[in-house]
C-alpha cells in the first residue's frame, strides 16, 4: 500500500481492493497528506474486482461516480440491504440517499 502512495500522483486516487492479510499496517500519513491523495475502499470485490479495475482503468474518466450502480431512498433501504446482500441485478456500488 505504501508503494501505491509513493507513485500515486498529486491529487491522485488509490483504490485498495480487497482484503488485506493483516488486521493493521503502517502507512505514512504525511505523503498521504502532502500529496492530497483519496483513497477509495472496494469491499466485494471476490464478485466485482473485474468491473472496479475497468472503473479506475481511466477508461470511464476516473470518475469513482461512475461505480454507482444502483440508487435508493432511505425508505427502499430494506430493498438496498437485500440487493446487495444477494449482488442481484449486477451491483457493484450502491447508495442510500437521505432526502
Not at 481492493?17 to 469491499?43: A, V
Request: some cysteine; proline content about 2%.
Amino acid at each position: 500500500m505504501n508503494a501505491c502512495l509513493k507513485i500515486a500522483s498529486t491529487a491522485g486516487k488509490v483504490a485498495l481492493i480487497g482484503i488485506p492479510e493483516s488486521d493493521y499496517t503502517n502507512l505514512n500519513p504525511h505523503g498521504m497528506r502532502s500529496k492530497e491523495i483519496q483513497i477509495f475502499n472496494i469491499r466485494r470485490s471476490n464478485q466485482t474486482l473485474h468491473d472496479c479495475v475497468k472503473s479506475y482503468s481511466g477508461t470511464l474518466n476516473d470518475n469513482i461516480e461512475q461505480i454507482i450502480t444502483h440508487k435508493f431512498n432511505f425508505n427502499d433501504i430494506q430493498k438496498a440491504f437485500e440487493l446487495v446482500a444477494e449482488y442481484s441485478d449486477n451491483v457493484l456500488k450502491c447508495m442510500i440517499n437521505f432526502d
